[in-house]
């Protein structure tokens, strides 16, 4: 059992267990996105790294983009959001906002991209109907823990506990040993 304090790294194969993207997605975002090597499966991750996965894997859960449009999300994101790691500034706010599911902006970027043509604009030519904001840095935090309990970083033992003994029955349904 490891210290309190220690956290245990996270890696390719714990990610992949939790996000719905192929491997050869993967291997593309870290070949095109990233521009680094695909890791070995059980090789710890860098928390940025993580970052875009978790980013990507929601892009790809959003029915009304296109795969180039997610590329052009991440390919212009990743830069603003890779200066700072990930892991010190849980409390910031990191969005990612589509408008009228044609525009598009993001914490730390001026003005729009046009999901259309994918061209930048300073101004959206008219105010948008719908907009819909997601919290990156939440998504984030979210996406770590679920990959820890996956990976069964965050299993309680109850054996010898006062609460819950392992054999009592409770319910008509359950068997005992």
Not at 20 to 25: E, F
Request: charged share 20%; glycine share 6%.
């Amino acid at each position: 059992m490891e210290p309190s304090g220690e956290k245990k790294s996270i890696t390719l194969n714990m990610v992949m267990r939790v996000i719905a993207l192929s491997k050869l997605q993967i291997r593309s975002i870290f070949n095109t996105i990233l521009r680094a090597k695909l890791p070995n499966e059980n090789e710890p991750l860098a928390g940025n790294d993580i970052f875009i996965l978790l980013v990507a894997d929601m892009l790809q859960r959003l029915g009304f983009l296109q795969a180039e449009q997610r590329v052009l999300i991440l390919t212009q994101l990743t830069p603003v959001f890779a200066d700072q790691a990930v892991e010190e500034c849980a409390t910031c706010l990191k969005q990612l906002v589509f408008a009228d599911n044609q525009f598009c902006t993001w914490t730390g970027h001026t003005g729009f991209t046009d999901l259309r043509t994918g061209e930048a604009l300073e101004m959206i030519p008219h105010p948008p109907m719908e907009t819909i904001a997601y919290n990156l840095g939440e998504l984030y935090r979210r996406g770590v823990l679920q990959i820890e309990k996956r990976a069964g970083l965050h299993v309680k033992h109850n054996a010898n506990s006062v609460d819950e003994p392992g054999d009592v029955w409770q319910r008509a349904s359950d068997v005992v040993s």
